[in-house]
């Protein structure tokens, strides 16, 4: 079944204390990305990634680190969480970005940082 | 600065009648624009989407129009059923940046 997948789906932490969430697609997409949900303000993008290595910033990139070593796996890295960052995450992926396909959601990862 | 608007956070409508969805976008660079569908505690599922070239695009009950002098769009869903009951976004993207603006979400609840 093709799927992205991410995990945790539920975590909650501590400030400072450094976590990863991870993403995995199934459909060898080039493009993925992360989103945060936040009541009232939408999903907005954190980062995206072209391709193997190549990656950029989204509209609210600060506080967040992400890599892309493998096609299938994008993992968000929290090096030092703060409560601003409480929110619902969302991993995405799409066969190649921008107007050559919709994006996959993952069924996101809701995270509260005490 | 919100580039994507969707100015109606909650719609009701009656089952069987149209359900129309509106989204405004400021920035003429946008080039291809999707709707998704969300239930609770799932993840965002695609609907439609249409690009710049077009005015209309239709897939069953559902159809999107733009109007890109006006810049907005819309999401029409005939007839309109209780599992179309869920928040839709609409996003726009310009091929070239690889960037999705989402709006802020539109709930849509259908009376049975």
């Known amino acids: 079944e093709a799927q992205v997948t991410q995990n945790p789906r539920y975590l909650i932490t501590v400030t400072g204390k450094k976590l990863t969430v991870t993403c995995s697609q199934n459909?060898?997409?080039?493009?993925m990305s992360w989103y945060r949900q936040d009541p009232g303000l939408g999903l907005r993008q954190i980062y995206y990634?072209?391709?193997?290595?190549?990656?950029d910033k989204g509209d609210v990139p600060e506080g967040y680190k992400v890599s892309r070593k493998e096609k299938r796996n994008f993992p968000l890295i929290l090096e030092s969480p703060s409560p601003n960052q409480t929110s619902l995450y969302f991993c995405?992926?799409?066969?190649?970005?921008?107007?050559?396909?919709?994006?996959?959601f993952g069924e996101g990862s809701r995270l509260t940082v005490l | 600065d919100q580039q994507v608007k969707q100015n109606s956070p909650s719609l009701s409508v009656q089952e069987g009648r149209i359900s129309i969805l509106n989204c405004d976008y400021t920035?003429?660079?946008?080039?291809?624009f999707l709707w998704y569908k969300k239930y609770p505690a799932e993840g965002p599922t695609f609907l439609i989407s249409?690009?710049?070239?077009?005015d209309k695009n239709e897939d069953g009950r559902f159809t999107v129009f733009l109007n890109k002098s006006a810049k907005h769009l819309s999401l029409h869903i005939v007839p309109s059923q209780p599992g179309d009951s869920a928040v839709y976004f609409c996003?726009?993207?310009?091929?070239?940046?690889?960037?999705?603006?989402f709006g802020t979400g539109t709930r849509l609840k259908v009376l049975a």
């Open positions: 995405a992926s799409s066969l190649q970005g921008g107007q050559t396909g919709e994006l996959f």
């Open positions: 459909m060898n997409h080039e493009y």
């Open positions: 990634s072209m391709n193997v290595e190549v990656t």
């Open positions: 920035n003429s660079m946008f080039d291809y």
């Open positions: 249409i690009s710049s070239i077009k």
């Open positions: 996003a726009a993207t310009n091929s070239g940046t690889y960037k999705y603006i």
